[in-house]
């Protein structure tokens, strides 16, 4: 009997053992097998939060327009750029843009087409129409392309520039005062030994921390920008009042007068409204004296005020989002960032009702003039700086049996070389037959502002159809970099 209970425990030992040896191969199976299934399933790294804390304003979009009703379609020419390079900032960091951060006239003048300067005038105005690549058959596409004359680095006017730069708390970021200070350094090994540089810092408080000084003395400057320190809130309204009273008093007739504003927009003491700021400083504004925007930062970044500062203080907006930016602005440019042909520009464009049925103006929401206000002088519209280009795009509707000749532009304009006596200048519009590489390759950039625009979100078909547009026509490096910026909207969108 105590042989057989033994005998039983052996064998109930045995099954025991042999079922937890069993279940250890198993477990250690599974375990073996547990890290390719978790590399298989494991999910893409999460985008980087979108920035938080961004001000922006939704213009809204032309709308479509009967000839009939209203042949005539005004508005003021704008370089501006800053919209473009600070949703590129976006979609390199791994996010789409805000809707409203979309002002299309801003993608389409961020590219120079080459376009023919003119040769005796301040202007020339080249016009490309035909069938629209993106559009229903039977739509039509115009591009007006309007090309400032260019202006010599030798033969251009010694300028006389305040650096109005903000160094509040929120500026305390290297891509914001660092970029800041290499930003203007660049600026600076780029002027001439007649300019003259003044600085003004804002904080909390104004106060100026270079008189103005000869670029001569370039190390002196240098210094004076390397030494900058972040301090207090943000007053723009002080710091622009400062600058402007310090270019009236270094004022010269005969130089390029400017102040340039560098900031995140932030505005939390004193006015913090572009207008209200600019009615402080009119009677300034008011005296040649031109105001250059350009924004730094990303997070806590009010769009809309340096936007419509520039807008208002008679200069250009731009957004600097990398180092190569400030060179593209204060390097390539810079005879056209500094140097002002035409004051009060603006284009009005006159289809003829009895061959358009109707047209569509892409962007300049936000600079539309009325008709009847195209020829009042007191009436205030772009300005434009040496070698700049201002590009329009329309798509338009034809009637039947229309003809060749579909309208015309009309540019008017203060000369600034003459005594600002007001010009004109017009040319035809008519069917190219092809349009031109240019034209579709701006065509592919207008689409894409379109598309980031569009309310119904991002389409990926219409997408791919911007790629192949710009793989084929682009012609720079600058356009190449734009494909890549389409891929970057596809890998997103991919990952949504």
Known sequence: MIRMVSLLLVLLLGVLVA?????????KADTSEAPDAAAQQSPA???????????????????????????????????????????????????????????????????????????????????????????????????????GKEIDTEDRKRANLTFVIDVSGSM?????????????????????????????????????VL????????????????????????????????GYKQASHSYDKEAINRVILCSDGVANIGETEAESILQTIETYAGRNIYLGTFGFGMDNYNDVLMEQLADQGNGAY????????????????????????????????????RQVK?????????????????????????????????????????KDNASKQWGKV??????????????????????????SDETLFIAAVAEFA?????SEGVGKSRLQNVLQMAEKYASSERQEEFIELVKGVIDIREQL
């Open 19 to 27: 079922g937890c040896s069993a279940s250890d191969t198993d477990l």
């Open 45 to 147: 790294p999460p985008a980087p939060p979108a920035p938080s804390d961004m001000f922006f304003q939704d213009y809204g979009t032309n709308p479509y327009v009967s000839a009939d009703d209203d042949q005539l379609s005004t508005f003021a020419m704008d370089v501006d750029t800053g919209s473009y390079s600070l949703v590129r900032s976006y979609i390199e960091n791994g996010n789409l843009p805000p809707q409203e951060a979309i002002r299309l006239e801003e993608f389409i003048n961020y590219f120079d087409l080459n376009d023919e300067p003119p040769k005796n005038d301040t202007f020339a105005i080249h016009v490309d129409a035909g069938p629209s690549p993106f559009r229903e058959e039977g739509s039509q596409l115009v591009r007006i392309g309007i090309k």
């Open 172 to 208: 305390d970021q290297d891509n914001r005062i660092g970029l800041v200070k290499k930003s203007l350094a660049l600026l600076v090994n780029q002027l001439e030994d007649n300019d003259r540089i003044a600085i003004v810092v804002y904080g909390s408080n104004a106060r100026t």
């Open 211 to 242: 008189e103005s000084t000869s670029v001569e003395e370039e190390d002196v400057i240098l210094n004076a920008i390397d030494e900058l320190q972040i301090e207090g809130s943000t007053n723009v309204e002080e710091g622009l009042l400062l």
């Open 318 to 353: 731009a957004y600097i989002d990398d180092i190569d930016e400030a060179k593209k602005i204060f390097q390539e440019n810079l005879t056209g960032t500094l140097q002002t042909i035409a004051k009060d520009a603006k284009i009005q464009v006159e289809f003829d009702p």
């Open 358 to 398: 109707g047209y569509r103006l892409l962007g300049y929401e936000n600079r539309a003039i009325a008709d009847e206000d195209f020829r009042d002088n007191k009436v205030d519209g772009g300005e434009v700086g040496a070698g700049h280009s201002v590009t329009a795009l329309y798509e338009i509707q034809l």
């Open 410 to 435: 009309t540019i008017r304009y203060k000369d600034v070389d003459n005594n600002n006596r007001s010009k004109e200048s017009e040319a035809a519009i008519s069917l190219s037959g092809e349009l």
């Open 450 to 454: 379109k598309i980031m625009k569009d």
